[in-house]
């Protein structure tokens, strides 16, 4: 019996399976002639050496054993989902996004691959570039706060209108910004996965970075917890905090609560608040703001 009715047959182009769903609203125009300017928000086989790579890219390192799967898939299965390109001219195009999928198709020995044609300028494309990586990429804290800085700086957003672009809670944005603030060692061993987001949480509310990297070496090697971490936290900000001349200070039976409180709030609404209470169950609550902005956004988190 001839070995090939035991091979699976593999495809060298095309749609793959399963694009029907993709495709509705946008046309399918099949390969495309490549002297004529191509009508926008269609799907269509273009020539993989008539597009340019997107210079907007935000990432510039793509593990290569991943790609080889993806070529490897892509080869069996053929491009399941289009990649997204804008035309320049009449004989080339350039990536918005999907570039894994243009390497691989590359790798794999495309000629052709489909792509959705759109109309973007060059901030749409860092835009949806950026967009696309924070959705779909397996991206570590540091790759998304970073990412989110560069929408808010170079896309000229504001808090708000990121969080609705990227379908995260306002809070959820505020706390990947504010790893930004951390020291570089923090901020690569976060980016490398020797600590968590949690682990980094805690210490940003520590107030002096000497204290910060002082707790982030004890953190590495004695490979603290988070609840660890924050227990430091809680006792470092107790220690360094100024005795009151006019009264003696008393033993609070709620101090680590408080305490613990005060930090989870602190983490949340993306400012250092203060917790009091006494003896008896009673205090305050004080959340500081440095400008009106800050109080709308500490409000829209209240939902006041």
Do not use: W
Not at 99 to 120: C, H
Not at 133 to 157: D, W
Not at 175 to 199: E, F, T
Not at 233 to 261: C, G, M, W
Request: glycine residues 6%; proline residues 3%; hydrophobic residues 35%.
């Amino acid at each position: 019996m001839s070995d090939n009715n035991n091979k699976t047959p593999k495809r060298t182009g095309g749609l793959g399976r399963g694009l029907g769903s993709l495709l509705e609203g946008n046309k399918y125009t099949g390969k495309i002639d490549s002297n004529t300017i191509n009508e926008v928000n269609t799907i269509a086989d273009i020539a993989i050496d008539q597009i340019q790579t997107n210079p907007y890219q935000p990432r510039t390192h793509f593990d290569q054993g991943a790609l080889e799967e993806l070529a490897e898939s892509i080869r069996i299965q053929g491009i399941i989902q289009p990649i997204t390109v804008r035309q320049l001219d009449q004989k080339s195009y350039q990536l918005i996004s999907g570039e894994r999928r243009y390497q691989a198709a590359k790798m794999a020995g495309l000629t052709t691959i489909p792509a959705y044609i759109r109309k973007a300028d060059d901030q749409q494309m860092l835009e949806m570039a950026l967009i696309e990586n924070i959705q779909r990429e397996n991206l570590n804290a540091i790759e998304i706060a970073l990412s989110y800085q560069r929408l808010l700086s170079e896309c000229s957003l504001k808090q708000e209108e990121l969080g609705d672009r990227v379908g995260k809670k306002r809070t959820t944005v505020t706390n990947y910004l504010r790893l930004l603030k951390l020291p570089p060692d923090i901020q690569i061993a976060l980016r490398d996965n020797v600590i968590s987001m949690g682990h980094a949480r805690a210490l940003i509310n520590i107030d002096t970075i000497e204290n910060q990297l002082e707790v982030f070496k004890k953190v590495v090697n004695e490979e603290l917890s988070v609840r660890k971490v924050e227990e430091l936290v809680r006792n470092l900000q107790n220690a360094t905090k100024k005795p009151d001349p006019q009264h003696k200070l008393q033993f609070n039976k709620y101090e680590e609560e408080i305490r613990s409180v005060e930090t989870r709030l602190s983490s949340q609404f993306g400012t250092k608040i203060q917790v009091k209470a006494n003896n008896d169950g009673k205090g305050e609550i004080k959340i500081p703001f440095v400008s009106v902005d800050e109080l709308n956004r500490i409000l829209e988190l209240l939902n006041y």
